[in-house]
């Protein structure tokens, strides 16, 4: 269990360091949502006191997938110290911490589980208050800590598990129009990176498999191969990956009978495969979004001064997403919101941050947390995809060429 370094003890001697930092709000943040173990101590005004990571990327990458058990066993292994890293890099207390926030939903039930029981006895042991944390939530709220993003803003979410575009109104108050049908973005590109064995190419074995096919692509020509664009005929703003993955695949699989290669061989085109698949992903994101501003423009869901989109999740750090979202905003007006890489993936400050934000508006700040559980699936918000799909609008063309 996390020590409390003495402080307790001398709570009066702790004023001394100065009324403004004991009596600023501060939160400890706890993430186990996947396959990284977070934690983070930060204020109300943004500052990250304390923060620690464990990533399990390295074992994932040689497994060729994440294994829920093997997830929670190395959570369970690190949890402790990396939570006890943060409180030490704070230079505060446990005792002087105003909530304790924590990862609850949705994510990999066995990682949640590991988070959950590991708050609980802080909670006990502490008597702190308990802020439980949707995952996407965090995501969409992160650019906050930096900027001062005004409610309302059109949010994007991309990640390894979740694609999903909504309406951020509130701290907890959203309107989800449009989300994946089968896989995420991030997901398919670590499946199309599993396919083309980028674990056996030299630059690329660290790399997780975004990030490989974002390496390879900046080499490659995306017109040497033709995909066709997910959902072109479905005018809501729902994402689809799957039939794109089934498409490489099979590309991959002429390419290596053409080459008389086996799998596991890197193919020469390996290059433009990337370029290919990562700008097709792209498009399809440019073109939901696009759509999902011409559907809150037309309802009224954005301020008419300073409309903002905020992109976020671990797909957001992509360079190439990015610079392709951005043309989509500049061409309707909107200002983009990123946070850097480094916050885009999971993390525990802005675990810790979500709690600030409940703080301030009162919400979910729990004293009594017997009967919290954890929920591996939980949807975001209010589901208004139906009256996207009822608007039916067209997205005009677009030139997205960076």
């Not at 294994?67 to 939570?83: C, F, G, M, R």
């Amino acid at each position: 269990m996390v020590r409390a370094q003495g402080l307790c003890a001398r709570a009066v001697s702790g004023w001394a360091r100065g009324a403004a930092q004991c009596s600023a709000r501060l939160v400890l943040g706890i993430d186990t949502s996947c396959d990284d173990t977070g934690a983070a101590v930060v204020d109300e005004t943004g500052n990250i006191l304390g923060e620690a990571l464990h990533s399990q990327k390295g074992t994932h990458l040689k497994a060729g997938g994440i294994i829920p058990t093997v997830a929670q066993k190395l959570h369970k292994e690190h949890i402790e110290n990396v939570v006890q890293e943060a409180i030490d890099k704070s230079g505060v207390s446990p005792c002087e911490l105003t909530a304790i926030a924590t990862t609850i939903k949705p994510g990999l039930a066995l990682s949640l589980k590991v988070g959950l029981e590991y708050s609980l006895k802080l909670i006990e042991q502490y008597k702190k208050p308990f802020i439980p944390i949707h995952h996407m939530e965090a995501h969409a709220l992160t650019v906050r800590m930096l900027h001062m993003v005004e409610f309302p803003f059109l949010v994007l979410l991309v990640s390894g598990g979740h694609s999903l575009l909504a309406v951020a109104r509130g701290v907890s108050d959203f309107l989800l129009l449009g989300q994946t049908l089968d896989e995420a973005p991030g997901d398919t590109l670590d499946k199309v990176a599993r396919r083309l064995s980028l674990k056996n190419h030299p630059a690329c074995h660290t790399m997780s498999g975004g990030e490989a096919i974002e390496y390879l692509a900046e080499m490659g020509n995306r017109m040497q191969f033709e995909l066709t664009q997910p959902m072109s005929q479905h005018l809501d703003c729902d994402f689809s990956f799957a039939g794109l993955r089934n498409q490489v695949n099979q590309i991959i699989i002429k390419k290596e009978r053409e080459e008389g290669f086996q799998m596991g061989q890197i193919l020469p085109c390996v290059n433009d495969i990337a370029a290919a698949v990562q700008h097709t992903v792209t498009a399809h994101l440019a073109k939901r979004t696009h759509r999902a501003i011409l559907f809150c423009k037309k309802e009224g869901l954005l301020p008419q001064s300073n409309p903002a989109l905020v992109v976020s999740g671990g797909v957001a750090s992509n360079e190439y997403v990015r610079k392709v979202l951005s043309i989509v905003t500049e061409a309707n007006g909107l200002s983009l919101h990123c946070p850097p890489p480094k916050l885009c993936t999971d993390n525990g400050i802005m675990i810790a941050w979500n709690g600030i934000e409940k703080l301030r508006a009162g919400i979910d700040v729990i004293h009594n947390p017997k009967g919290i559980r954890y929920e591996p699936k939980a949807p975001l918000g209010i589901d208004f995809s139906e009256q996207v799909k009822i608007a039916a609008l067209k997205v005009p063309y677009l030139k997205l060429k960076t």
